[in-house]
């Protein structure tokens, strides 16, 4: 089968859900079971699982080490990877594993602890990134967190499970005038 192929049809597979399973460490995903839903997510002749998606919600990680051999050790394709769940966890920071998911377009990291707003600008570089969840991190109590979101995720159309309109996007540009200072370029005289 090829790339293309496989592409639109493992986005109609469920996900390979490992939420509520009490996980503390990535390494785990190895070893324990991941839950059966509806319908049975397909497998390689490899045995790895077929899907683009990944429920670790409702778990108690607080990193993300060794995400990336799990994750190969789990998928057939994990650079196509498109939609990670990782909601309710015990999560301090966005780990620069996720970004190394360019196919990802739908992050859930609502009700984790993310302390930074600035942790935002490490998904700048998903280009495919449509959905983005983190309400119920303490980064949500900053002033203007929503509107910074927007302005450094210009391509997400929805945010916190609401969509983004037009008027949130000039909101935001509106925001960005007031609130963040542009860079000074310097520049440098020839000392003759």
Request: avoid cysteine; glycine fraction near 10%; proline fraction near 5%.
């Given at each position: 089968?090829?790339?293309r192929n496989y592409m639109n049809t493992s986005v109609q597979e469920p996900p390979l859900d490992y939420s509520f399973r009490s996980i503390h460490v990535t390494q785990d995903l190895l070893s324990e079971e991941p839950r059966t839903g509806l319908r049975?997510?397909?497998h390689a002749k490899s045995g790895k699982s077929m899907t683009q998606s990944l429920r670790l919600n409702n778990n108690v990680l607080t990193d993300l080490r060794d995400f990336n051999h799990a994750v190969s050790q789990l998928l057939e394709h994990p650079e196509n990877l498109a939609w990670i769940d990782l909601s309710f966890n015990?999560?301090?920071s966005i780990d620069p594993v996720l970004t190394t998911f360019f196919n990802l377009s739908v992050l859930y990291?609502?009700?984790n602890s993310i302390q930074r707003l600035g942790e935002v600008n490490k998904l700048a570089v998903l280009p495919r990134l449509r959905s983005l969840t983190l309400h119920g991190n303490p980064i949500e109590e900053e002033k203007g967190y929503r509107q910074y979101v927007l302005c450094t995720l210009p391509r997400i159309t929805t945010f916190d499970?609401?969509?983004v309109t037009k008027a949130d996007r000039t909101t935001a540009?509106?925001?960005k005038r007031m609130n963040i200072k542009p860079k000074?370029?310097?520049i440098k005289h020839n000392a003759f």
């Open positions: 089968m090829n790339k049975p997510v397909r015990d999560l301090t990291l609502h009700g499970f609401s969509g540009e509106v925001w000074k370029v310097r």
